[in-house]
């Protein structure tokens, strides 16, 4: 008697492939809108899914081949999203076995010969199914005549028939066919909707699956179900099948623990750069790749960024990295940030072509603890610029020449900073930013006034320096225009710095603050109730001409309640022919 033989082993990423639209995750726009249009019956003739690999272009495409075909279990039903699977034509689809669903590789088959093929059957009616269905999969790689050929049959297809193209590069899809098909992007799929995913299979394959490790695998993932999946299956296979671990999932990858990289990221931004190195040596000998260190420490700059000027980032994240990353976000200013991820960056480049990137790595974190402790652009114009400052990394050049000062920066360059303008003699100074709006409007800068009106909030002044917060609506080169106007009209060097927050309200808010006060005064006025009394109503609205001194221009000096005119409240005191003579 022969020895039975065990059934072949399916991978997780065909065992699992959805079936049906309620199988699919983080596609709920493509599924809404393919389940809305097969029930309504508005169907297009085209349909273009496009998005990363692994995301379920493909998949969808079966899926609505099955969903127009399906008869359902008594042979009687009609095109649903919910197709039976148990029918004639969808178990032949699903067994990729259909006469009338034909799947063509683009990659594989690119000539005018094979479109031609595609043409010739279009006039001819399914042989059993309700739809002919063309899947073409990697349409992008269709040559140019290719493409030509199949535009008229494209445009005006017969009732029968369905074409489905899946592409990863819409861009190389011409525009003529685009035009021709409904267009779906399938996105990329968030990481914490791929580790619930990847936690449901590994229960269906009796596997235990740590949050932390499905968390790691979820992002390893980048959006792409089918390469989770694929990891998922090489980690159980590591584990023998037992608990899948966040250490396996990190040795697998090549990863280094997140809380290790946190370390790593605080002892470099501090300067402690022995330190720092001594960890990535440890990091390194337990299978750390440094690529992967490197983007490691990149994603962590940015989520520490966003955390500094966004709070509540990070709601999602495990409370041992809120604090880590609270930590380091209380710890490092936005100058800091930035600049340390212009040298990340600028790394991944060097850690990419160098012959040994572990070398390579630590070049970077050597040159990024070395320039945490310079000074921030703003601050070394501020430092060059004040009277008889020295220049950054040394002693000021003798002579008091006014040749430029050279400092340091990151990244080995280096700015040239002039120093201090004389400022000249009989030129307006402003001392407040009211005066420079004022200034501004006797240059006949009209826009640029309305823009310091209108669009900005002041957050400090002080002469030379304007520290503005911009609103929606102010243009992005503001900062330079006013710091340019301003040393022309004035004569000195004016730094204007743009912040994320602070300041109170626009001059235009204060202006309507003052008028609203100022009605509000006038509303009160014991002549003003009087009238209202009189005519048997209420002081709605006043418009208020300031003629002949009835609101005096403001003082220069703090008002004395026993000056003449004012009651012992403070306010102005009118006779009622003065009051008569303005218009409410």
């Not at 049906?20 to 508005?42: K, P, Y």
Request: glycine share 8%; aromatic share 4%; with cysteine.
């Amino acid at each position: 008697m022969s020895e039975s033989k065990a059934p072949e082993y399916r991978v997780l990423a065909r065992k699992y492939r959805p079936q049906t639209f309620a199988d699919m995750i983080g596609q709920e726009a493509l599924v809404r809108t393919l389940t809305n249009a097969i029930q309504s019956g508005r169907l297009a003739h085209a349909f273009m899914l496009t998005g990363v690999r692994g995301v379920g272009k493909t998949t969808s495409a079966r899926i609505v081949a099955r969903a127009l075909n399906c008869i359902g279990a008594d042979g009687t039903g009609g095109p649903t999203p919910e197709p039976c699977g148990v029918c004639d034509p969808c178990v032949a689809i699903a067994a990729d076995r259909h006469p009338d669903v034909i799947e063509m590789d683009a990659a594989s088959r690119t000539g005018v010969d094979d479109i031609r093929e595609i043409i010739d059957g279009v006039r001819y009616k399914p042989i059993s199914a309700r739809y002919k269905i063309y899947i073409i999969d990697e349409v992008h790689m269709l040559s140019k005549n290719a493409f030509n050929a199949l535009l008229k049959t494209l445009e005006e297809p017969p009732d029968h028939t369905k074409f489905l193209f899946a592409t990863t590069e819409i861009r190389k899809v011409p525009i003529t066919v685009l035009s021709r098909c409904q267009r779906f992007d399938l996105r990329r799929i968030e990481p914490e909707v791929l580790a619930a995913h990847f936690t449901r299979v590994a229960g269906l394959e009796k596997v235990t699956l740590t949050p932390e490790a499905a968390a790691l695998i979820g992002r390893a993932a980048d959006g792409s179900a089918r390469d989770g999946m694929s990891l998922l299956d090489q980690a159980i296979a590591l584990s023998s099948g037992g608990t899948v671990e966040a250490e396996t999932v990190r040795a697998m990858l090549g990863l280094a623990d997140r809380l290790l990289v946190y370390d790593l990221f605080g002892k470099v931004m501090a300067g402690a750069i022995a330190e720092g190195l001594a960890l990535y040596e440890d990091m390194h000998r337990a299978g750390a790749d440094a690529s992967q260190v490197l983007q490691d420490l990149m994603g962590l700059c940015h989520t520490v960024t966003r955390l500094k000027v966004a709070p509540g980032a990070l709601e999602s994240a495990a409370e041992t990295e809120r604090r880590a990353a609270g930590d380091l976000a209380g710890s490092l200013s936005v100058a800091a940030l930035t600049r340390a991820w212009q040298i990340l960056l600028k790394g991944a480049q060097e850690v990419h072509a160098a012959p040994d990137p572990r070398a390579a790595l630590e070049m970077v974190l050597i040159r990024l603890a070395y320039v945490t402790d310079l000074p921030s652009p703003a601050d070394l114009i501020r430092r060059l610029t004040q009277e008889g400052a020295p220049a950054v990394g040394g002693p000021a050049p003798s002579g008091g020449g006014a040749g430029p000062r050279l400092a340091m920066i990151a990244g080995g360059g280096a700015v040239a900073v002039a120093q201090a303008a004389p400022v000249s003699v009989g030129l307006p100074q402003p001392t407040s930013f009211e005066e420079v709006v004022a200034l501004v409007e006797a240059k006949k800068d009209l826009s640029l006034r309305t823009h310091l009106m209108n669009d900005v909030r002041l957050v400090s002044f002080e002469v030379g320096k304007i520290d503005l917060m911009p609103l929606e609506r102010a243009p992005r080169d503001l900062a330079a225009k006013l710091s340019g106007c301003l040393q022309d009209w004035t004569g000195r060097r004016w730094m204007v710095a743009l912040t994320a927050s602070g300041g109170g309200q626009t001059l235009r808010e204060q202006e309507q603050t003052e008028a609203a006060a100022r009605r509000d005064r006038l509303a009160r006025h014991p002549l003003v109730q009087q009238i209202a009394k009189t005519l048997g109503g209420t002081v709605e609205e006043m418009i208020v001409t300031p003629r002949q001194g009835f609101l005096p221009a403001a003082p220069q000096a703090p008002l004395d309640p026993d000056a003449e005119g004012l009651d012992e409240t403070g306010d102005f005191v009118v006779d009622d022919a003065d009051f008569l003579d303005h218009t409410f």
